[in-house]
């Protein structure tokens, strides 16, 4: 196929992680947790605002800790949902997340690495203390797609949405 010249097209996404301590209260051990698990956590690649980016973004391959059972999964897009895995640990590790688009893109799949932080984290004593507060550290980035000179079928996709 063709190109078009000329032409970007950037599809913001966000990527990371979400994790919670566990606590009887705000968020209980699920039974058959190991007992020297100490969080729940999710790592996902998503659109702003949950926007779907399914039509360029195919599936998603998360490479964790070799410590935890089947430690690389293959998430297939869903339309609409993001891609995210559920899981409970004990420590932080660096992810690596590949990026596997259409087919139509004819792009080459890229890798992203992002490490997973389970406890509080900032600048500042007062941002460790709002994620304290909230129960809840979060760590992720806002990122851009950039398509150069897509394929025509391509920049039909990108642009009919
Ligand atoms: C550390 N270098 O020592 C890191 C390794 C590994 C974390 C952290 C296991 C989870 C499971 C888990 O949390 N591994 O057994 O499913 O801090």
Known sequence: GKRVKGVQIFRPFIYGTTA??????????PPGVPDDHTH?????????????ITYWLRRVQFKL???IPNHVRMIDGEKGKPFTIHE??????????KLYYVP????KPQTLYHHLRLHPFGRTEEEKETMRLNGEVISWT??????NEPYEAFYDVLTSG
């Open 88 to 97: 409970t640990g004990w420590g932080e590790f660096e992810i690596t997340i």
């Open 40 to 52: 729940s956590w999710t790592v996902f690649v998503k659109g702003i605002d949950d926007v779907d």
């Open 104 to 107: 139509e893109s004819g792009e």
């Open 142 to 147: 806002y990122e851009e797609q950039i398509f």
């Open 65 to 67: 800790h070799e410590s």
């Open 20 to 29: 919670r301590p566990f606590d009887e209260k705000t968020n209980p051990k």
